[in-house]
Structure formats: structure tokens, C-alpha cells
């Protein structure tokens, strides 16, 4: 309530900008962790205030650094979009039962006056939705992983069917034999479940084939479709130019007869294709008399060789939308053209007709999310699957720590509003680590290669290079309730060797966890490098009087030897244009492979746990140690450009 009061009371300049900046230097919003009315109203104040609208310049937060990150991290979300309606919206008094509409978008608020719900993040309430009959579908092509735009659109989906009390479906749109395999159909379903989607309906577009071809035919018998052989060069010329086909008035019966052949696999059917009977004049492409049936002798993946013409998508879905019960289909704004061609079609074939709502793409920088050029990273050898932790896969964000629940928040707060986002990496993986933080437990490791014996000895230091000796210390420094583990000490320790090359002699530095020594011999070889330093505790010494505090490994047979994978963007243009060769804009390396030393208990964590390498980041177990191979950790990206800390990695962190 203070903030909105202060919203539409203080007027916009420089005491506006000094409150917001002081309240939220400590904090990401300024009430709670996670957007609500008081961002709202603080953000529609400064940006109605400035005279700008969304995507200028915005308001002058120069010298209010904590308000300019706030600032812009909320003109990143879908719900931040008109400062003057959010500011009438404050103002305007409480209505009895409830305001319609009443809470800000992406806060916590009371109900609507309907009863329902406010909205979630971005997502409006869908038109004509009656709690307990929706269905909304999901229709993923097995041509393919699952990637990032199918983790939208399922989750949008699932989220809505959930919010109504009603189904998700999910349906495999196998209509297209020439691209389809088992392998990807079946880890569409895998990813789900990874996913935490249980769609309540799981269908095919095959399993409705004989229907199709019924209703095609209808359309052929009411003179609405007709099969035509023109080449498919002057076909999309002749539409481009908004040109008659030479057969578009054959008749009805020829064109069943024709239909029947091709239906078949006759040999002089099979150049047909049957196309719609629209509008050649139309301003819309898609209503110019698109294909609806073609010819394709690859046996299907589910029917074999049992049908030798398939439907295309744009006739089977508004077919079996209808036909399965969907009474809203999601989809993004790329198919905006393409509604008005849905609709035709289903009042034509007299169908139940489906509300259509449609939302923007979700844009990461740097990341390709086209199926035909994420092929051909397979095909080529540069990654090493769908899997890679590379890819904008489901399986390959999984692989480099992404953490659905995350990504699931993050989805819904996006929203389904049309507006096409443009995200950059780092503001999720800053809200991915933060999930990390809690239970990941720590852990300490040294580049292999690299590191620096310190020899060390002492009150506290082993008295011999046999003795075993260790210290008892949290798993979770910040939390000690979540266990504790023994950290092995030893006479000699490992260094990072830029850490020993910036030591100079007679410095007093910090084993982390352990205690204080004073380093008291360096020796250094042609090269002027640190090869070895000798140094003496003080256990008297505390961390917050030293300026080095380093990570280290103890020199003992249980020391693990294990291999840190760090990636980067597969390529290095933040947004490829139609006309870019990918091939031009690849990162070399994208991928660092290292071996380090790590503590003894690296040996016993499980594929899939995430731990913190002290000073390092966040890494995720890829594959646990066996006799045969090292344990493999892949770095999790945590929003900067590099390794956390002053401690440089193998590779760039994007």
C-alpha cells in the first residue's frame, strides 16, 4: 500500500528515483521475492512519469544503479506493458465482489468477481472457458526433441488445462511419414514426464486417418476441393500471383475419381495433390487453396504401408481438434495467417468450431531453435545429440542444470500474451541458481594441470605425511541442518595456479574451511611461475584480514580425479537472420573439457545431483565414478559472463 501510494503521489524526478534505489539495494523487488502491486505501481509511475513508452529510452536512473537493474528486469516481462492503464488500474476503487481484473499481473491478489482466480504472470483468462469442460492439446511433430519453444507452448497449455480444472492432450502430429521416427515420438514423452506434464489424453493424428480421408472427400462431393497436378514450382508461382489453376474447375466426380487413385497409390495419381477450393484472390496467402492431400510411399511409423496419401497439418488439425473434444487451441502468432484458413475449413466440413488463442514465441539470444539446423549439428558431428547440453533440447537443458520448476515459473511469467520475447540467458540462469543454492552441497577442486603444491606445517597441520587427519564442516555452510562431511587435511595441498602466481612471499592467505597460513618460501621456475610454495599456519589468523581466500585440495590417496565439461553458445551471433550461414557464426571452442582434482566425496555422488565447486559455480553430476571412468561434472551457467568469483574457468559462462 506505501508504494502505491507513493506511485501516484510523488511526483517523477530525482526523490522517486532515490526511494527506489534505497529500497532496493538489498533486494530484487521491493516487497517479498517476486513481483507484486508495489512494482506495478513504482514501474508504471516512472516510465508514465518519463513520457516514454515501452521499448524507448525509459526514464534517467543514471547514479540509481539498484533502480536501473530493477527497472530493467521488469520491462523484460510480459506483464509490463502499458504504465498509464496500470496507474488507472490503482486508482480506481475497490468494486464490491471483487475488482474484474483487480490484481497486477504476475502478483499475488484476490479473486476476480467471476470467482476465478486472477491471472498468473501473463496469461489472460481464456474467451468463453467454463471451468471443468476445457481441453487444450499439444501438438508435437515426431520429427524431432523437444526444445525450448515446445517447452513453452506445453507448459502454456498444461497450465490452462490445470487452471480450468480440465484436459491437456497431447497428440503427435505424425501426418508427414518422410520425417517421422519412433526415437523422437517416444522421447517427447520421456521429456514430458522430465518435465512434470501428465497430459490426461495421448493421441495420434494417425489414429484418425480414415476419418480425415472421409472428410476430405465431403469437401470434394460439395465441390470445396479438387485434386490438381500442377508442378510445384508454377503451383507457387501461380499462388504467389494469385492465379486460377488450369484444374481448379474440374468436377466433383472426376475429382473423386482422381481422389480415389490417389488415395490408393495408383501410379497416375500420384503427381495429384488435392487442394482446398478457397479464395486464389485472397490478401491472405493461406486462403489461396492450400494443399490438403499429397502422395508419400514411406511406410508410417504407427500404419505401415496401409495409406499411400497423407493429410497435411493444416487440414487433419482443425479436423481433429473438433473431432477430439479441444475447445482451445494455443499456438503461437507464426500461424496468425493461418486462423483464418482453420476456421474456413471447419465451418466448411460443418465441425464443432475450436476458439483459437495465440501467444508469442519465446526468443533466446544465441540459440537456434529450428529443428532442420539443430539436425544438422547431429548430422555433422558437432555436438553429440540431441542431448547435448548444448542444445535448447529439453534432454540437453536438463543435462546442463536447468531446473524445471524454474523454468516452469519462468514460462508462466513470460505469459501467453502475443508479444514476441527476446530473452537474454543470464536472467535465467540467475533465477536457476538461486534454486541451487539451497540444497547443492559444497565441495573443492583444482585444475589438474595446473595446480601448485603448498606445503604446509604447524599447530593444526599433520604432524606426518602418513597421518590421517580431518575437519568436520557443513555441507551447507549457511545452512548446517542440511548434514556435515570430512574435509581430509594434509602437510601438502594443491593450489589453483593463478592463485599461487598472485602470492607474494610473506603473504598470509586462506584455506577455505580449513584456517590461516603465512606463506613463507615461493619457488618459481624460468618462466618466473609459481612451482611450489612453502608456507606455516596461524591458527590465530581470521579469513575476513586476509585478501586471498583460495580453494584447495589435500594431497591424499582418496583424492578424486574427476573431469569438469564447461560449454559455451554453439554460436556466437546473439540472433541469426534468415540470410546468415550458421556455419559462419559458430564459437570455437564451445565446448572445455578439464581434469582437476577434487575432494574424495566427488567419488560418491550420483549421476544427476548438483553440487557447488567452491569459488568455481554450480556443476551438475553428468556421470558418476566407476573403476572404468572419472566422474564427469557439467558446469550450470549462474547469469555472468565467467566462473564465479576471481576465479577464471576453462571456458567463457554465458
Not at 534517467?60 to 510480459?78: E, F, Q, T
Not at 494417425?206 to 479438387?226: C, H, M, P, T, W
Not at 549457511?478 to 598472485?502: C, I, M, Q
Not at 565439461?565 to 564451445?590: C, G, N, R, V, W
Amino acid at each position: 500500500d506505501g508504494w502505491c501510494e507513493i506511485a501516484l503521489t510523488v511526483p517523477y524526478g530525482a526523490d522517486l528515483t532515490a526511494a527506489l534505489d534505497a529500497a532496493l539495494a538489498p533486494r530484487t523487488f521491493l516487497c517479498g521475492h517476486e513481483v507484486t502491486l508495489a512494482d506495478l505501481a513504482a514501474w508504471a509511475a516512472l516510465t508514465a512519469g518519463a513520457g516514454v513508452g515501452r521499448g524507448s529510452t525509459g526514464p534517467d536512473l543514471s547514479g540509481a544503479a539498484h533502480a536501473a537493474r530493477w527497472y530493467a528486469h521488469l520491462n523484460s516481462l510480459a506483464a509490463f506493458e502499458n504504465p498509464g492503464m496500470a496507474l488507472r488500474k490503482l486508482s480506481m476503487p475497490a468494486r464490491a465482489g471483487g475488482s474484474k481484473g483487480g490484481k497486477n499481473k504476475g502478483g499475488k491478489g484476490g479473486k476476480k468477481a467471476d470467482g476465478k482466480g486472477d491471472d498468473d504472470g501473463g496469461c489472460p483468462p481464456l474467451e468463453g472457458a467454463v471451468e471443468g469442460q476445457v481441453m487444450t492439446r499439444f501438438p508435437p511433430e515426431p520429427s524431432g526433441y523437444m526444445h525450448l519453444g515446445h517447452v513453452k507452448a506445453v507448459m502454456l497449455n498444461n497450465y490452462y488445462a490445470r487452471r480450468y480444472k480440465g484436459k491437456l492432450l497431447v497428440r503427435f502430429d505424425d501426418t508427414n511419414p518422410s520425417k517421422e521416427k519412433e526415437e523422437f515420438a517416444d522421447n517427447i514423452l520421456k521429456d514430458l514426464i522430465k518435465l512434470g506434464i501428465q497430459p490426461d489424453v495421448v493421441s495420434h493424428t494417425s489414429d484418425f486417418f480414415g476419418q480425415i480421408e472421409n472428410f476430405a472427400r465431403q469437401l470434394v462431393r460439395d465441390g470445396k476441393a479438387y485434386m490438381d497436378a500442377t508442378p510445384q514450382e508454377q503451383m507457387r508461382d501461380e499462388r504467389m500471383k494469385q492465379i486460377n489453376s488450369s484444374f481448379r474447375d474440374t468436377s466433383p466426380e472426376d475429382n473423386m475419381e482422381i481422389f480415389d487413385k490417389l488415395v490408393k497409390g495408383a501410379a497416375d495419381a500420384q503427381h495429384y495433390c488435392l487442394r482446398a477450393k478457397i479464395d486464389m484472390s485472397s490478401v491472405n496467402g493461406t486462403m489461396r487453396d492450400p494443399v490438403l492431400f499429397r502422395y508419400n510411399a514411406t511406410p508410417h511409423i504407427k500404419t505401415g504401408t496401409r495409406f499411400k496419401a497423407y493429410p497435411t497439418y493444416d487440414l487433419a488439425c482443425p479436423i481433429v481438434d473438433s473431432i477430439e473434444g479441444v475447445t482451445h487451441a494455443l499456438r503461437t502468432t507464426e500461424y496468425d495467417d493461418r486462423n483464418e484458413q482453420y476456421d474456413w475449413l471447419q465451418n466448411a466440413m460443418g465441425l464443432r468450431s475450436v476458439r483459437i488463442h495465440s501467444f508469442g514465441r519465446l526468443n533466446f539470444a544465441y540459440t537456434l531453435l529450428s529443428k532442420r539446423k539443430l539436425q544438422m549439428f547431429v548430422d555433422e558431428g558437432r555436438v553429440d545429440g540431441w542431448f547435448d547440453p548444448r542444445f535448447p533440447t529439453v534432454q540437453g537443458l536438463l543435462r546442463r542444470g536447468v531446473q524445471v520448476p524454474v523454468l516452469r515459473d519462468f514460462i508462466v511469467l513470460q505469459g501467453a500474451s502475443r508479444r514476441i520475447v527476446n530473452m537474454e540467458w543470464d536472467k535465467f540462469w540467475a533465477k536457476n541458481k538461486q534454486a541451487l543454492e539451497p540444497t547443492a552441497h559444497r565441495f573443492m577442486a583444482v585444475f589438474k594441470d595446473s595446480c601448485v603444491p603448498l606445503d604446509v606445517e604447524g599447530e593444526g597441520v599433520p604432524a606426518s605425511d602418513g597421518e590421517i587427519a580431518a575437519k568436520t564442516i557443513p555441507l551447507i555452510p549457511k545452512d548446517p541442518s542440511k548434514g556435515s562431511r570430512a574435509l581430509r587435511l594434509a602437510r601438502r595441498v594443491y593450489l589453483e595456479g593463478g592463485d599461487a602466481n598472485s602470492i607474494a612471499e610473506g603473504e598470509e592467505i586462506t584455506l577455505m574451511r580449513w584456517m590461516n597460513f603465512v606463506v613463507t618460501g615461493i619457488e618459481k621456475d624460468a618462466a618466473g611461475n609459481a612451482v611450489r610454495l612453502v608456507g606455516r599456519s596461524n591458527p590465530a589468523g581470521l579469513p575476513k584480514n586476509t585478501k586471498l581466500k583460495v580453494n584447495w585440495i589435500s594431497e591424499v590417496p582418496e583424492k578424486s580425479t574427476v573431469e569438469l565439461a564447461e560449454y559455451d553458445h554453439l554460436i556466437s551471433k546473439a540472433k541469426l537472420e534468415e540470410t546468415d550461414d550458421f556455419h559462419d557464426h559458430l564459437t570455437d571452442p564451445s565446448e572445455v573439457l578439464s581434469m582437476a582434482y577434487g575432494d574424495p566425496l566427488l567419488n560418491s555422488v550420483n549421476e544427476g545431483d548438483f553440487v557447488q565447486l567452491e569459488r568455481r559455480g554450480f556443476f551438475r553430476c553428468d556421470r558418476a565414478y566407476s573403476p572404468e571412468a572419472p566422474a564427469r561434472f557439467i558446469m550450470v551457467p549462474d547469469g555472468k559472463a565467467k566462473a564465479m568469483s576471481t576465479l577464471s574457468g576453462a571456458a567463457v559462462h554465458r
